[in-house]
């Protein structure tokens, strides 16, 4: 009787496994990235269970709060560590701030490959990760060789959107694994984006990700130059922009992240809300220091880039204030250097 009650509670904890996804890291992206991927599955399926972890347990009970409240009947439980995460999810989803955090979840105590270790066969080979991290390109295969070692499936498949593509679901996912790894990963990723490109193999994601933000850095620091620019030479900012974004200067830190308020008549950038709620200065740094740190191990020259990286960081030692807002306030410290000269 025992043995059979052992059995019965064994299988029940498998089949609510099958039904259960996780989400460790509930910062800025990872909520909304959260939110909508356990609102669309639970419309769609009331019986699914989710599981959130942050290294904030605030966080995550906060996060719940906010999820049943919108949601009642939602089964949604908060576990301290990824390894209870691993246990009780059959698919998990990271977003965390850089490689040394996605080292903790994966390969430390209490993480998810000794989670692993403690699983069944059967239960390894449905297992599906999925890393949205943007990080060292030689460390996210390091992790996925691990976890796909112990006989699980990875991807990482980090993002192209921001906030506000989170929030809305418009993210674009680009995603490097397997080619079975990157089809059992697809409709998870579409409750949270709208385009899914396969890269190729493990690091392909990271390493297009890495090149995007690469131009999208430069691109940034270019446009709140040309605009300061502008303005000295009695350019109104809204038919400076608009000249831009109907020209060959056109690019998205221009056309919807524009620096300058009000200079877009039909979106409201971060710089509207005192560059609140996008994407962190500090974090464009961490994605410049990659880049270059990448470029260096490959013998690509980066001329700009540097530059680039150079300006993110002087800008945090002389406006330390600007590390959490939209990396786009960095034309604040342009006009600041104007008042220096």
């Known amino acids: 009787m025992r043995h059979t009650a052992r059995v019965l509670q064994s299988?029940?904890?498998?089949?609510?496994?099958?039904?259960?996804?996780a989400f460790i890291g509930l910062g800025r992206m990872g909520s909304e990235m959260a939110f909508n991927f356990f609102s669309k599955t639970f419309a769609e399926s009331p019986d699914a269970h989710f599981v959130v972890c942050d290294a904030l347990p605030t966080s995550a009970i906060a996060f719940?709060?906010?999820?049943?409240?919108?949601f009642p009947g939602a089964?949604?439980?908060?576990?301290?560590?990824?390894?209870?995460?691993?246990?009780?999810?059959?698919?998990?989803?990271?977003?965390?701030?850089?490689?040394?955090?996605?080292?903790?979840?994966?390969?430390?105590a209490n993480g998810v490959i000794s989670a692993l270790e403690s699983l069944s066969a059967a239960e390894l080979a449905r297992s599906l990760?999925?890393?949205?991290t943007t990080l060292d390109v030689g460390i996210a295969r390091s992790?996925?060789?691990?976890?796909?070692?112990?006989?699980?499936?990875?991807?990482?498949?980090?993002v192209s959107g921001g906030v506000t593509g989170a929030k809305a679901g418009t993210l674009a996912f680009l995603v490097g694994g397997t080619e079975d790894s990157f089809e059992l990963s697809q409709p998870i990723l579409t409750r949270m984006g709208n385009r899914i490109i396969?890269?190729?193999?493990?690091?392909?994601?990271?390493?297009?990700?890495?090149?995007?933000?690469?131009?999208?850095g430069v691109q940034q620091i270019v446009v709140g130059e040309a605009m300061l620019l502008g303005q000295k030479l009695g350019l109104d900012p809204r038919i400076l922009a608009g000249v831009i974004n109907s020209s060959t200067g056109g690019c998205w830190a221009s056309s919807v992240n524009n620096p300058v308020p009000y200079s877009l008549a039909?979106?409201?950038?971060?710089?509207?809300?005192?560059?609140?709620?996008?994407?962190?200065?500090?974090?464009?740094?961490?994605?410049?220091?990659?880049?270059t740190d990448v470029a260096a191990s490959t013998d690509s020259p980066l001329p700009l880039g540097k530059s680039a990286q150079n300006f993110y960081a002087e800008t945090l030692r002389h406006r330390p204030d600007l590390a959490q807002k939209?990396?786009?306030?960095?034309?604040?410290?342009?006009?600041?250097m104007r008042r220096e000269d």
């Open 11 to 21: 299988l029940e904890r498998q089949a609510v496994r099958a039904k259960s996804t």
């Open 129 to 132: 990760f999925i890393d949205s």
């Open 75 to 108: 089964h949604i439980d908060i576990v301290l560590t990824p390894k209870e995460a691993v246990h009780a999810s059959q698919t998990v989803l990271t977003m965390l701030p850089s490689s040394p955090q996605v080292k903790t979840v994966y390969s430390e």
């Open 266 to 291: 039909d979106k409201s950038p971060p710089c509207e809300r005192n560059y609140e709620g996008g994407f962190a200065t500090a974090l464009m740094l961490k994605d410049m220091l990659l880049a």
């Open 326 to 336: 939209d990396f786009s306030s960095v034309y604040e410290r342009l006009k600041q």
């Open 198 to 216: 396969h890269c190729g193999p493990s690091g392909a994601g990271l390493g297009a990700k890495i090149c995007n933000n690469l131009v999208l």
């Open 143 to 158: 992790v996925a060789e691990e976890v796909i070692s112990a006989g699980a499936q990875m991807v990482d498949a980090p």
């Open 64 to 70: 719940r709060q906010n999820f049943v409240a919108q």
